[in-house]
């Protein structure tokens, strides 16, 4: 009983620990001018939203919030289709050349990013979508959609194979299976694959550092580093700014926590 | 006849418009950049003259001879090896402890596991607030009056590069706790009351019965922070930017500074085609171990 006790001492102890830092920073934000001589674990005592009001207007990030949902956005629902139907044709269509395309697919899981940022601002330039929203989306997609193609396949490969027959022999064409029959019961997978590529896109600083170098077409994580150049001496404003980046991932995690658990356990290798 | 013909072209045609937006995608923006990296690194290159000079292994030879590039190199060995040893040790103790607790184990889950979804670059801004010389880190220790601990982290040559790894474990154990909690929840109950018969302790069953068997996932998640930390950039870059006097430059910061900052494209593409083949090789083992899990 005591062994019970001390264990869940610990892991409180741990998981305060753990939030410490997420929370004094939505602390400070929330803190008027005259608290910030407090220590930074006090709570706001009249808690005010003009450093959020401030930084979303003069700061830009409203702006920068509105780009960052369009990236991630669309990467998210792409992402569902070209990998969803990639996988569909590795599963339930014989082509020639299969085994090769697996190991193409397979080479993306062992491809750092960081080391081919170069050749890539290169070949997004010959195609002029520096600075454009579609460059960055095109690169997000191919840089993880081996992932997510494999992630399908496992989850095609467990569907009844007589369910593709069935429909086969009903005349469907393969177009029709894959939306009728396949993607309707792939609810879990697709849920995850929007989520996990929803959240890299909105996270990733690398890329959008690269191609994104104009201040309009900005993202979140670009404002907030500039941000970090410029105001170091504002932490009311740079800790509003943290919390404006943090709070849509934050909540789309606490929703579909099991989804991304299994998501990211699965997804890990990226 | 026709029909035949018209029902081959079809299933020529069914699986290449399955595959064609993904393929097209892919094979422009991940693979032609990754084969373009290697074909850079041998040549001399700004990234905008149409003419790249050849120079065959020059930049490997310079690279070989660059006291920063071993410096970075040495800097990212060190950063890994410190995340290892948190993610891995102190994540199987954490996950350990979770499996044993049945009521307030979602919230204590959640609360370990949240900063999993947080941005590296909003890391390093609530870390780099955190670690000022008047930050919370110096002031607590100064509270419990272990004054001698307070020190200006980011700024110091000798721990900048630890403290930037502990933020970033902050921000990643989470994943390593998930993966254990997967682990520990398919080790046999069976072995527990063999264990519990035979007058085992709790220790001594953690050490004999969940070690053995967690095995093949220690491996996993050991391969995993491998290859992510040598990946890192963002949360270097938006705090130390590698410094000071290079104490936190990895080699991926440093390759972005000769890189894309220098216009020295041949010569990033070499620390690049480094980096690539380092975490290929983790990758290859990785795969090979899940491969055998799941045989």
Known sequence: MFARYLLLLVLTVIAVLMSAPSIMTVFTSLKPATELGDPAWFPPLAPTFEHYVRVWTEGGFGKYFGNTVLISAIDAVVMIFIASMAAYAMVFIDFPGKLLLKFVFLLGLMIPVTAIILPLYSTVRSFGLINSHLGVILADLALAVSVFVFMFTSYFVGIPKALHEAARIDGASEFQIYRRVVLPISAPVIVTTGLLEFMWSWNDLLLRLLLLPREDMRTLSVGLLNFQGTQTRDITALSAGTVIMAVPVVALFLIFQRHFVRGMTSGAVK | ?295
Do not use: C
Request: net charge negative.
């Open chain 2, 1 to 295: 006849m026709f029909s035949d013909t018209s029902s081959r072209l079809s299933k020529v045609l069914a699986p290449l418009l399955f595959l064609l937006p993904a393929l097209a995608i892919y094979l422009t923006f991940a693979i032609y950049p990754t084969l373009s990296v290697v074909q850079y690194s041998f040549h001399d290159w700004d990234g905008i003259s149409p003419d790249m000079e050849w120079v065959g292994l020059g930049n490997y030879l310079e690279m070989f001879d660059d006291r920063i590039f071993w410096e970075a190199f040495r800097n990212t060995f060190a950063w890994s090896a410190f995340i290892i040893v948190i993610n891995v040790g102190l994540g199987l103790v954490i996950a350990a402890m979770l499996s044993r607790v049945w009521r307030a184990r979602l919230i204590l889950q959640t609360a370990i596991v949240l900063p999993v979804v947080l941005a590296p670059v909003t890391v390093a801004t609530i870390w780099r607030w955190m670690y000022q010389p008047d930050g919370v880190i110096n002031e607590a220790f100064r509270g419990v009056g272990l004054e001698a601990l307070a020190t200006p982290w980011l700024g110091s040559p000798d721990v900048v590069l630890f403290a930037l790894a502990f933020a970033h474990s902050w921000s990643t154990i989470g994943l390593s706790v998930i993966i254990f909690l997967a682990g520990l929840q398919a080790v046999d109950e069976d072995l527990y009351d063999a264990a519990k018969v035979d007058g085992a302790t709790t220790l001594q069953a953690f050490r004999h019965v969940t070690m053995p068997a967690l095995r093949p996932v220690t491996a996993v998640v050991f391969i995993l922070t491998l290859t992510a930390s040598f990946k890192v950039f963002d949360i270097i870059w938006a705090t130390t930017q590698g410094g000071p006097i290079r104490s936190s430059e990895l080699l991926s910061t440093y390759m972005y500074k000769r890189g894309a900052l220098e216009n020295n494209y041949g010569y990033g593409a070499a620390i690049g085609v480094a980096l690539l083949v380092i975490v290929s090789l983790a990758t290859i083992i990785y795969m090979q171990i899940q491969e055998k899990k799941d045989a």
